[in-house]
């Protein structure tokens, strides 16, 4: 009897060792552009919040968007705030479904390093996005222009609300 009983711990144990997860899924909540590649800002099933740096040289980088949700592989978790994940194998689960919609460029404010546009949909709502290399989001564009935006975000707050814009394209008549 004892030794069954031995035996029942040591299964258990030895299955609970082998059930170690190594691939988990995130949602990337925020992109962080660096010198050589991208931190994901990442966020579990469960809320909690990791990072990880996707670069050529790291031999894991990957074309993905906020709002995406993508399984890694993880090699390592290095105890920071937020912590950080040392990925492999990264492969995109489920694409973003960003909101795209129509806007009339009524204003162009120049900003330091890109510009404020002043908008209008076609309800006569009126909002601003701001458009910069350092967004990724710079296109050329006059007052009068029609074009179609990528949407991540509305800060309602804000007045007039502002757009957090993202893959900007005008729309030819």
Known sequence: MKKLILF?????????????????????????????????FLKNDKGQVYTTIISPANGNFVNVNQGDKISLDIKEIMEMEPPAIIS???????????????????????????K???LEDEKGQVYTT????????????????KISVEINDILEKMNPPAIISKNIEIVKE
């Not at 194998?89 to 919609?101: H, P, Q, Y």
């Not at 910069?132 to 222009?145: H, K």
């Open 8 to 40: 029942f711990i040591l299964s258990i144990l030895l299955i609970g060792c082998a059930t170690t997860k190594t691939s988990s899924e995130f949602l990337i909540t925020k992109i962080q552009s660096e010198k050589d590649g991208q931190t994901l």
């Open 116 to 118: 404020t546009l002043f």
């Open 130 to 145: 701001i458009i910069s290399p350092a967004n990724g989001n710079f296109i050329d564009v006059n007052e009068g222009d």
């Open 88 to 114: 492999k194998n990264i492969r995109i689960v489920e694409k973003s479904k960003l909101k795209r919609k129509t806007f009339l460029i009524t204003k162009i404010r120049g900003e330091m390093d890109g």
